[in-house]
């Protein structure tokens, strides 16, 4: 009752303060609006100031069959990134697949038909123009983007790629598609179970795999994990552990029989930042005999496991 009576004695004072309260909630709304608004518009201003500025880039140079010369290349090897652009804006499919080095061939597109149809009909629907920035030694960040002056629109998403060049032969080649590199090595270990030789590292942007040869010294096969635990297999610094992806390959692909030797192929999940510092590789949970292995029931009770650490460095 008292609320009624002080509303009725006092009508236009209630209104008046009311309104002011909805006139300052509207305004606040309004300025958090626009500076939402504004932000948006920077944001696109930014995309949009990469597109144009490749633009004017492309535009300084439109004939997009024009070659660059095999000397400015050997002086400037990240050179091979534009005529690589070139070739490919310009429906050169032999010409770009003839850039790429043998390592990216083997690894990526053995053949020029998988580099056409998984690489350059799936990005080269349209003219592509780019940007190139310096990410790692040899190693760049590319950024595909569609030619406004063809499509008739501008937009500010792109393809990301990461190029590495790369010197074969006296020759300036290019890896793309991720792949960064690949390495011979010749790094051996054993332990009373298994010689282990480890004999080719292929550097990927977000992965690396290594080519195993495991011979097993003893009369029982032996499974190098039970692919139950993802924690199992690693390489380490000795403070920080890159676990494998073993669980992509099967208990056959990790069966070595007695007296024999098998290849086996073992992904890690180490992104690659230009420095390589693992310096162990390391099986924990190896399986010594796979026979009894498979007759346990309760597989956490099966007790013949042993381990293997190989030094990198």
């Known amino acids: 009752m008292n609320i009624i009576r002080y509303y009725n004695q006092n009508k236009k004072k209630v209104w008046i303060t009311a309104s002011i309260i909805i006139i300052i909630i509207l305004v606040i709304q309004m300025a958090n609006f626009m500076v939402k608004l504004r932000l948006e518009r920077e944001e696109e201003e930014k995309k949009n100031e ?84 310096a990410y790692a030694a040899g190693t760049y960040k590319i950024k595909l983007y569609d030619d406004a002056l063809s499509t008739g629109k501008v937009s500010g998403s792109y393809i990301e790629d990461y190029f590495t060049v790369v010197s074969e032969n006296d020759e300036t080649k290019l890896n793309i598609s991720r792949f960064i590199r690949e390495e011979d090595l010749n790094i051996t270990d054993e332990n009373q179970y298994l010689k282990v030789n480890i004999t080719k590292k292929i550097v990927y942007k977000e992965c690396t795999e290594y080519i195993l040869e495991i011979k097993n010294l003893t009369d029982r096969d032996i499974m190098l994990d039970s692919l139950r635990d993802t924690k199992t297999a690693y390489l380490t610094n000795g403070v920080l552990k890159h676990y494998s992806a073993l669980n992509e390959n099967t208990e056959n692909d990790l069966t070595i029989y007695p007296n024999l030797t098998k290849k086996i192929r073992v992904k890690f999940n180490i992104e690659y930042n230009g420095i390589n510092n693992a310096s162990k590789m390391c099986f924990t949970n190896i399986i010594l005999d796979k026979k009894q292995y498979d007759f346990t029931e309760k597989k956490k009770d099966y007790d013949k496991i042993a381990r293997i650490d190989i030094n990198l460095k």
Do not use: H, M, W
Not at 85 to 110: F, H, P
């Open 50 to 133: 990469i597109l144009i500025r490749n633009e004017e880039d492309y535009k300084e140079n439109p004939d997009i069959s024009v070659e660059v010369k095999e000397e400015e290349v050997k002086e400037e090897k990240s050179l091979i990134i534009d005529q690589f652009i070139r070739y490919c804006n310009a429906g050169k499919v032999q010409d770009a697949y003839s850039l790429l080095s043998t390592s990216c061939k083997n690894n990526v597109y053995s053949t020029i038909e998988k580099f056409t149809n998984n690489y350059y009909n799936s990005i080269y629907k349209s003219t592509k123009l780019y940007s190139k920035e």
